[in-house]
């Protein structure tokens, strides 16, 4: 499955479970380790979880599986599958970890174009 698709499905899954801070970053011309950053922000570490599951499972049902996974007990799950990584983290994790800033020389992914409303369902 090509990159794009991938995360298109994860957003999607993020956003569906209430995904706060949802951010894409295009980062194929900063880096050999992939192409896309996918973060978002979790209300609790409950809901850090059920974001990760939700990714992992959405995609699991398209045929596509993680290759590693890291994190699953602590406040940021990343969710590596190749050409697009997610990370899903609590707020205070995500603000001392700062992704966002790091990767600001990326090509921020316009998610509004790929995130799918509830009445396209």
Known sequence: ?????????????????????LNAIKVDDLTVLTEYFLMASASSSTHVRSLAEEVEYKLSENGVE?????????????????SVIVHVFNKESREFYNLDKMWNDGIKVELDDILINEQER
């Not at 290759?67 to 990343?78: M, P, Q």
């Open 1 to 21: 499955m090509e990159s794009k698709e991938i995360l298109k499905i994860a957003a999607n899954a993020l956003n569906d479970k209430k995904a706060l801070d």
């Open 66 to 82: 993680p290759s590693h996974i890291e994190g699953r007990s602590t406040g940021w799950i990343l969710l590596d599958y190749g």
